[in-house]
């Protein structure tokens, strides 16, 4: 699973991309997530071993990739970070 802010898409589809191209199964949403989508995020971590947390500052604002983050922490899926800008800082 790719768990990223939709102002980083580009470069998180191309990421997604590369991974399929290399047969790797890799969720990723491609729409914003609210409401009943959140459960489909849910399942897609629960299915998840591994979950790429793209880093930015966007990401670390956003209350949804933050929910991503902590329930893929809590299920003990592998985080992979990856920071999305080499002037992001992360905490």
């Known amino acids: 699973m790719i768990s990223y802010s939709h102002r980083d ?3 998180c589809y191309q990421i997604h991309e590369r991974l399929v191209q290399d047969e790797f199964s890799v969720w990723i949403d491609r729409d914003n997530m609210h409401g009943a989508t959140m459960t489909a995020m849910a399942e897609a971590i629960e299915n998840s071993e591994f979950v ?11 209350v949804y990739c933050q929910s991503e ?6 299920r003990r899926c592998h985080l992979i ?6 002037t992001y800082k992360p905490d």
């Open 9 to 11: 898409r580009q470069l």
């Open 81 to 86: 970070p990856l920071i999305m800008k080499p």
């Open 69 to 74: 983050a902590h329930y893929a922490f809590e």
């Open 52 to 62: 790429l947390i793209c880093m930015s500052d966007t990401y670390k604002q956003s």
